[in-house]
């Protein structure tokens, strides 16, 4: 059975990668990967009642997940609809290649530690959209954007999930994972950075704005709405601290406030005006497919971890390997295949707190690893799926343009951590 769900999930992944050749979407060979290895699992178990109980319990899991990603994205829809952005990108004047590069990384990298690097990525990629004009270079910003909110992400407690989950579960402590990793986590930009500024060269065409049968918001409406919507995306890490309530519920709360800030806002308009500028259309706007292709992927390895195969893979590493380091390195390379959370969980569950204190060298490592170690496939982190949707990103051109930098600027940012804490403890 563990076998044949493997295969599913491998062929599923080829299929992925190869989504261009093959002419079948992602989201669809997504879907299916997931219904099947799930469907070989409960045929397959005896005990039907405790399949369908471990399925229920993923997906509260994964709803939480794909909540936050709708919300976030028609927040960003909404502000898209009124023009917020110009308020952004009429401020960003250069035009430089380089500058614009080493911008858009460093705004990504602290953004993305006091939201999270899924929400930075969405509202990064929406940015690049209004000031780049050319594919090719908004891509390869849209590649630096997801290794910079990955490795801002990394050394916030909140900025990615799995430092979250080191964080909640005892394993780190705030202040610590902060002042430990920053350093680590910004060679991981910067080196991307450093390599990618070298080969762009020149100015970025800015896209012309198309206001065919469009109505221009007002300055109110545009400030106003702008202001609230970002506001309601830092709101959530506030929500979460004040109340508890897991990171989906403040930013369903935040769309809730925008819902009804533009049904007042525009209640005096015909229905065709205020049509462009509702959430009803931005529900249509955003890119359905790829949150039903996170859906697939994600029900596919919570399968792969309900058998055990992930767990599986996190003894053979420690019995095999025996090096931290070099098993914080691999977990951090596998977390670009297999999603970073189960792995993350499954090393909470093989190491208990006797063995590897709070804020103990194994523990901040997994948090950088975890955390920054998916940028080196596109599909391998949150960050790298919503940008790939958003953008329609090739599996091989990101493996063939970003993933050399990722990798790289991970392993940098890993000597880094381990110099200071050989020099520091």
Same mark, same amino acid.
Not at 116 to 122: A, E, K, R
Not at 211 to 233: A, K, Q
């Given at each position: 059975?563990?076998?044949?769900?493997?295969?599913?999930?491998?062929?599923?992944?080829?299929?992925?990668?190869?989504?261009?050749?093959?002419?079948?979407?992602?989201?669809?060979?997504?879907?299916?990967?997931?219904?099947?290895?799930?469907?070989?699992?409960?045929?397959?178990?005896?005990?039907?009642?405790?399949?369908?109980?471990?399925?229920?319990?993923?997906?509260?899991?994964?709803?939480?997940?794909?909540?936050?990603?709708?919300?976030?994205?028609?927040?960003? *829809?909404?502000?898209?609809?009124?023009?917020?952005?110009?308020?952004?990108?009429?401020?960003?004047?250069?035009?430089?290649?380089?500058?614009?590069?080493?911008?858009?990384?460093?705004?990504?990298?602290?953004?993305?530690?006091?939201?999270?690097?899924?929400?930075?990525?969405?509202?990064?990629?929406?940015?690049?959209?209004?000031?780049?004009?050319?594919?090719?270079?908004?891509?390869?910003?849209?590649?630096?954007?997801?290794?910079?909110?990955?490795?801002?992400?990394?050394?916030?407690?909140?900025?990615?999930?799995?430092?979250?989950?080191?964080?909640?579960?005892?394993?780190?402590?705030?202040?610590?994972?902060?002042?430990?990793?920053?350093?680590?986590?910004?060679?991981?930009?910067?080196v991307p950075l450093i390599i990618l500024s070298?080969?762009?060269?020149?100015?970025?065409?800015?896209? *012309?704005?198309? *206001?065919?049968?469009?109505?221009?918001?007002?300055?109110?409406?545009?400030?106003?709405?702008?202001?609230?919507?970002?506001?309601?995306?830092?709101?959530?890490?506030?929500?979460k601290t004040i109340t508890h309530l897991p990171p989906y519920m403040g930013m369903l709360f935040g769309l809730g406030v925008m819902w009804a800030l533009t049904e007042f806002i525009h209640s005096k308009k015909d229905e065709d005006e205020k049509g462009l500028r509702s959430v009803n259309h931005a529900l249509r706007k955003i890119d359905t497919p790829s949150i039903l292709f996170f859906l697939g992927i994600l029900i596919a390895i919570t399968a792969l971890e309900s058998v055990g195969t992930l767990h599986h893979l996190a003894e053979w590493l420690d019995h095999s390997i025996g090096n931290v380091t070099a098993i914080g390195v691999l977990i951090g390379f596998l977390s670009a295949v297999v999603d970073n959370v189960p792995l993350v969980a499954a090393s909470q569950g093989m190491y208990n707190l006797c063995t590897y204190p709070p804020d103990s060298f194994f523990w901040e490592l997994i948090a950088y690893c975890a955390g920054t170690g998916g940028s080196t496939l596109i599909i391998g982190s949150a960050a790298g799926v919503a940008a790939m949707g958003m953008e329609n990103i090739d599996f091989f051109w990101y493996l063939k343009r970003i993933s050399f930098l990722a990798a790289v600027g991970y392993l940098a940012g890993v000597a880094v951590y381990v110099m200071q804490y050989a020099l520091f403890g």
């Open positions: 059975m563990e076998f044949l769900m493997v295969m599913i999930f491998v062929l599923g992944y080829v299929a992925i990668a190869f989504e261009h050749g093959i002419k079948i979407n992602k989201a669809a060979t997504a879907l299916i990967t997931g219904v099947l290895c799930w469907t070989v699992y409960i045929v397959s178990e005896t005990d039907k009642d405790l399949v369908s109980n471990q399925l229920g319990e993923h997906l509260s899991t994964i709803s939480g997940i794909l909540f936050f990603l709708l919300g976030a994205m028609v927040i960003v *829809e909404l502000i898209d609809a009124h023009d917020g952005f110009d308020l952004v990108t009429q401020r960003i004047s250069t035009t430089n290649k380089q500058r614009l590069l080493w911008l858009t990384g460093f705004i990504t990298f602290f953004l993305s530690a006091i939201l999270d690097n899924l929400t930075t990525t969405i509202v990064m990629v929406s940015l690049l959209r209004k000031i780049v004009a050319d594919r090719e270079d908004r891509l390869l910003l849209v590649g630096l954007v997801v290794i910079a909110a990955n490795a801002g992400g990394a050394w916030s407690p909140i900025g990615d999930v799995t430092t979250t989950m080191l964080w909640i579960g005892g394993q780190i402590t705030a202040l610590k994972i902060m002042k430990i990793l920053f350093l680590p986590s910004l060679v991981c930009l910067l070298r080969k762009m060269k020149g100015t970025v065409q800015t896209p *012309e704005k198309d *206001e065919s049968g469009l109505i221009n918001s007002t300055p109110f409406e545009r400030n106003t709405v702008f202001v609230i919507g970002i506001g309601s995306l830092l709101f959530v890490p506030v929500f």
